[in-house]
């Protein structure tokens, strides 16, 4: 069952009668890592949250190769600020297989591992509020793999980090995007879109300026804003 | 003034002399309140999540109402719950009135709009925290209340002992239903009102002391074993 390629067709986000997005038009291909880049406000997170379902369509649609609710069930998110549960690092991890209905001891010797996988180990009893923020970023990250997404979204993972977290965050992407897994990734960290992207979004006011392969868009950007956005230039 | 320092001895008279009247007002006390309050907790605790999870359309108008049900007047609550059992009620083939199960159910009564709506704030705000999270996560409306009520627990009891406090402390009410029997519904509220109107103010004074004690060692005892205000559990 693959649920890519993702379709959006003229999408479109209100929130109260305001345009966050669109109206956007783009397909995701099956294979790849696609940044979504553009200056604070071009409605990177809206866009994400759009491809997601988490942003209810004003306008247009946003279609999978499988039906949504089918869609919904392989698909993950990473949230700029993670979202802790008052929990355990361990019942954090499990909670999502629990959702699907995976007995709880066999969720617990997954999340078990899965921490392991991703350096928690040592804090599989810890509670997850009490986390760094690195420490929380990389629980995020874990929890959203754990269910083996089809697809997962980042939306701006590394924002508050520090070098160290970012680094590990952004090899643990690297080996998931190797083993198959679609990465879709906004980020405003111009050196990390270079260090990652395979192709690249570039937003602007809530459209999309330049959809294209990323060696392409960094040396030869075809709009205005994106040339003004790469150079380091402040994009109005 | 003096009786309320003779109030002091005679509460400590009447726990110390063992007295089976006063263990048994006080055990009647807490078995009516402590039932109240888990039937309450039972209905109010998931109504509080489903209104926090829940858009609908008079959801605003069932939350305002069930505000200003918290202050319910229990002799109004008394007063219905008796009309209800008494023998011309609907319900009076049950036989339930001048009956402990009576005054459990004024209580129930009175207090789970208290609960629900004490933890529909509670829920509503981890909602806030939580809602991009469970939706990403395709929790269903079950799942979610679940997850909601699971990971508040500790701020809902909160709530319980709201409820707990309005209860224990109640007479209006099971005054009525109850009928304040000896040796069948007599609890303490009950006792110190009849002992105030006979004059006997050491003797409900102490009776009075014994009452908020007794507050006083559940709550405790409830935040002891919830392991709350604890700064690395919350």
């Known amino acids: 069952m693959v649920i890519l390629p993702l379709t959006l067709t003229a999408a479109t986000a209100h929130m109260r009668g305001k345009k966050l997005a669109g109206p956007v038009s783009l397909t995701l291909a099956q294979k790849g890592f696609t940044m979504v880049i553009g200056p604070n406000g071009a409605g990177k997170t809206t866009l994400l949250r759009l491809m997601h379902g988490l942003q209810r369509c004003s306008g247009g649609a946003v279609t999978w190769a499988v039906p949504a609710s089918e869609a919904r069930e392989k698909q993950a998110f990473v949230f700029q600020s993670p979202i802790m549960m008052r929990r355990k690092v361990v019942e954090c991890l499990a909670y999502p297989l629990r959702l699907r209905g995976v007995p709880k001891p066999e969720a617990r010797a997954s999340a078990t591992a899965c921490a392991h996988r991703f350096g928690l180990g040592a804090l599989l009893e810890s509670w997850a509020p009490l986390l760094s923020g690195g420490e929380k970023q990389k629980l995020s990250l874990a929890r959203a793999l754990i269910i083996e997404p089809e697809i997962l979204f980042l939306d701006e993972p590394c924002a508050n980090l520090d070098g160290r977290a970012t680094r590990e965050i952004e090899t643990i992407l690297q080996d998931v995007q190797a083993r198959g897994t679609r990465l879709v990734m906004s980020t405003h960290d111009m050196g990390q879109a270079r260090r990652l992207a395979q192709d690249v979004i570039f937003m602007h006011k809530g459209i999309v300026h330049e959809q294209s392969d990323a060696a392409r868009f960094f040396s030869a950007p075809s709009t205005p804003e994106a040339k003004a956005f790469i150079s380091g230039d402040i994009v109005e | ?234």
Not at chain 2, 101 to 117: E, F, G, K, N, Y
Not at chain 2, 163 to 187: K, Q, W, Y
Request: no cysteine; charged share 15%.
């Open chain 2, 1 to 234: 003034m003096s009786d309320t320092g003779n109030g002091f001895w005679e509460a400590w008279r009447l726990i110390l002399s063992l007295d089976p009247d006063l263990y048994e007002i006080v055990f009647l006390s807490l078995q009516v309140t402590v039932s109240a309050v888990i039937i309450a907790s039972v209905i109010g605790l998931p109504m509080g999540a489903w209104l926090a999870v829940n858009r609908f359309r008079f959801r605003r108008y069932v939350i305002a109402v069930l505000n200003a049900l918290m202050g319910l007047p229990p002799v109004v609550v008394g007063l219905f719950v008796y009309m209800m059992l008494s023998r011309a009620g609907p319900l009076g083939g049950f036989g339930l009135l001048f009956s402990p199960s009576a005054m459990i159910i004024a209580q129930v009564i009175i207090i789970t709009p208290l609960i629900a709506s004490i933890s529909h704030q509670t829920i509503r705000d981890l909602w806030a925290e939580y809602h991009d999270l469970l939706i990403s996560m395709n929790a269903t409306r079950a799942q979610r209340m679940k997850a909601l009520l699971w990971d508040g627990k500790r701020a809902l009891l909160t709530a319980t002992l709201a409820g707990f406090g309005r209860a224990i402390g109640e007479v209006g009410a099971i005054m009525i239903v109850g009928g304040n029997i000896e040796h069948i519904t007599r609890v303490l509220t009950t006792a110190i009102a009849l002992e105030t109107g006979k004059g006997n103010f050491a003797f409900a004074m102490g009776l009075g002391l014994i009452l908020i004690t007794l507050a006083v060692i559940v709550n405790l005892l409830i935040h002891i074993i919830g392991k709350t205000e604890r700064a690395s559990t919350w």
